[in-house]
């Protein structure tokens, strides 16, 4: 198998060298301070019929992102745009690529900095037939369409960004070469549930207000488990923030009840300075230095100071390493729009979890839906009127005062029609009492529907308000 696709890729590398000598678009117009791309959602099939087996590929997809995101070198098995809810777990928007244009969906990804597209006609891939995913009708960008593709070389500084700075010294035909045309080595990016084998590319990103040339994204040929591209919007040099410059980036997450719909929301990318200036009914907490770390990966997360979780009105006893990170990026908590179902490691997660069944205890347990949705409290409410419920209220308490106050939408789910409601938050039995890995908290998507969340670049902080994001 590694064989077959080592010849794929050189006979694709081989295809895509007759891009090398194509310049890329120059074309700009005037420089806005926010911009907009139209959007379509990716696909419109329903989700499984078997609501505890939607929890369950959600439940699971959520532990191996947390899995991925906690071990990002590990090896896994192999403007203003809309932003679209999908039943596999994620959300996306749509880019437009190239001269002229070509408009791919992407998932939105603050876990992750690597802007890629599937790419060629030959594009690969596999084990992606989802339930609700047509593998065939995956949109793929043809680089031989596009006047302004050009493969990145070698000795181009972006090479560096995805492949290290020591990438010309791997470089054979570079080493002793001033005018080296070697491309730059082919990636392979790891997701936690598949992976991404690919070239990079120059290329045009387009807005009706701007385009921006010599913008570094991957043109995959190969991928295992992705249903779409992926439009990182990390801490890294690659990712779209910092390639585009922006200064903030927010978006609203509408609700999950409206999977695979056309409905969608906003993702408002802003250019140019806004000074201090805080946007209204936003409360703030400042981002996290991220930890010094021989893991470069964890440079690229969104830390947040959390210091209390709070259920019911009551403090949850979490030991302070599990709060603050390391030197060594253990611990501490990141917001990722790529992890669907909040992950906490699993003292977090025993001791919130306790806290739930101390004020629900009188409810029942659903002990079979526990065991088959892979999420660890569930309540079974049959002949129990809704409106005598009472459930705890779940409240995150960040540095600086700010506090997200939750929903019970964001963090208890219906098992579709059923009586049966479960905590969508999820853990796995971690390293051994005591040890923790990589970020011990993960806030991930659920959590933050109907959430207006801003990512303030330029001054270092993310702002929150509760508001409707259904237009």
Request: proline content about 7%; overall charge positive.
């Amino acid at each position: 198998m590694a064989a077959s696709l080592i010849l794929y890729l050189i006979f694709l590398i081989s295809t895509l060298s007759l891009l090398a000598s194509s310049s890329p678009s120059s074309k700009a117009t005037h420089n806005p301070t926010t911009f907009t791309v139209p959007l379509t959602p990716i696909f419109t099939k329903h989700p499984s019929s078997d609501p505890v087996k939607t929890f369950n590929s959600l439940a699971s997809a959520s532990l191996t992102r947390a899995h991925h995101l906690k071990h990002p070198k590990s090896k896994s098995p192999l403007a203003k745009t809309k932003v679209f809810p999908h039943s596999y777990g994620g959300y996306s928007i749509s880019l437009s690529f190239g001269t002229p244009p070509q408009t791919i969906p992407f998932l939105l990804d603050t876990g992750s900095s690597l802007v890629w597209f599937p790419c060629t006609s030959r594009y690969l891939c596999t084990d992606c037939d989802f339930p609700n995913v047509d593998p065939s009708k995956i949109p793929s960008f043809i680089p031989k369409l596009s006047s302004s593709s050009k493969i990145i070389g070698c000795k181009n500084p972006k090479c560096a960004w995805i492949s290290g700075p020591n990438v010309v010294s791997r470089c054979q035909d570079c080493t002793n070469s001033e005018n080296c045309t070697q491309a730059c080595p082919p990636y392979l990016v790891q997701y936690g549930s598949g992976s991404t084998l690919g070239l990079s590319l120059s290329e045009s990103l387009n807005f009706p207000e701007k385009v921006f040339t010599d913008f570094l994204v991957g043109c995959s040929i190969f991928s295992t488990r992705q249903p779409a591209g992926i439009a990182g919007f990390g801490r890294s040099p690659e990712s779209l923030p910092s390639q585009l410059g922006l200064s903030k980036f927010s978006y609203c997450l509408i609700s999950r009840s409206l999977d695979d719909s056309s409905e969608g929301s906003d993702l408002v990318l802003y250019r140019g300075s806004s000074s201090d200036s805080k946007t209204s009914g936003l409360s703030y907490t400042p981002f996290r230095k991220n930890p010094v770390s021989n893991n470069s990966a964890f440079l690229e997360y969104y830390y947040l100071n959390l210091r209390k979780v709070i259920v019911g009105g009551k403090s949850v006893n979490i030991p302070y390493k599990y709060l603050v990170p390391d030197g060594n990026g253990n611990g501490g908590t990141i917001v990722d729009s790529g992890t669907t179902f909040t992950f906490m490691e699993k003292p977090v997660f025993d001791a919130v979890t306790t806290a739930f069944e101390a004020q629900m205890g009188n409810l029942a347990r659903a002990a079979d839906v526990e065991a088959k949705s892979g999420l660890g409290l569930c309540y079974n409410l049959a002949g129990v009127k809704l409106e005598k419920v009472k459930f705890p209220d779940l409240t995150f308490h960040f540095k600086g005062g700010a506090k997200l106050e939750l929903p019970v939408v964001n963090y208890f789910a219906f098992a579709g029609n059923s009586s049966v409601v479960c905590l969508t938050i999820v853990t796995d039995s971690g390293f051994g009492p005591g040890q923790t890995v990589g970020p011990a908290i993960i806030l991930g998507n659920f959590q933050q529907q109907n959430l207006y969340v801003e990512y303030d670049l330029e001054n270092e902080r993310f702002g929150f308000r509760q508001q409707s994001c259904n237009k």
